[in-house]
């Protein structure tokens, strides 16, 4: 393939892509001894305000990561288990709530400076046009590879 042949975007690309970025991510997750789905329940606890229902957490894992609600409640099991959050009473009419410990607030923000961190060396010197670009094209993928997720959900 010539230099000047165009690099059509496909599954491949995006998925080594992600598979790049995620490598980093994963290192830290190792350093941590935390999985990737506790990585998301504390980001998503973190982005309530670090108290979060515990609904919640389980409906964006299982939205953001194509998960079984089970697996959900398990990884927010695991992570009262390692004292990473706790359990809160709940508050009126809500179901049960739980917030970050001293010690998941501190892993949570670990693993976001990984992040913040890598995000100027990975996406750094890319035109913010072709970021922007790229960006509706990711969003227009998702939203269809979700719909056909939903479409397929009895077939496969």
């Known amino acids: 393939m010539s230099s000047t042949t165009p690099i059509l975007l496909n599954s491949q690309i995006i998925g080594r892509a992600h598979y790049a970025a995620r490598a980093l991510l994963d290192r830290e997750l190792d350093r941590t001894g935390t999985t990737f789905?506790?990585?998301?329940?504390?980001?998503?606890?973190?982005?309530?305000?670090?108290?979060?229902?515990?609904?919640?957490?389980?409906?964006?894992?299982?939205s953001t990561l194509k998960i079984s609600a089970d697996t959900a409640h398990a990884t927010v099991a695991e992570l009262l288990a390692a004292e990473l959050i706790e359990?809160?009473?709940?508050?009126?009419?809500?179901g049960p709530r739980v917030a970050l410990t001293e010690a998941g607030r501190a892993?949570?923000?670990?693993?976001?400076?990984?992040?913040?961190?890598?995000?100027?060396?990975?996406?750094?010197?890319?035109?913010?046009?072709?970021?922007?670009?790229?960006?509706?094209?990711?969003?227009?993928?998702?939203?269809?590879?979700?719909?056909?997720?939903?479409?397929?959900?009895?077939?496969?």
């Open 87 to 94: 359990p809160l009473e709940p508050l009126a009419g809500q």
């Open 37 to 62: 789905h506790q990585s998301m329940a504390l980001n998503a606890t973190a982005a309530e305000g670090g108290v979060a229902e515990t609904s919640r957490i389980v409906e964006l894992l299982t």
């Open 107 to 156: 892993v949570q923000g670990r693993l976001a400076s990984v992040a913040t961190d890598f995000g100027p060396r990975v996406y750094g010197g890319i035109p913010e046009e072709d970021l922007a670009v790229a960006g509706r094209v990711l969003t227009e993928v998702i939203a269809r590879a979700n719909a056909a997720y939903e479409q397929t959900a009895d077939r496969y």
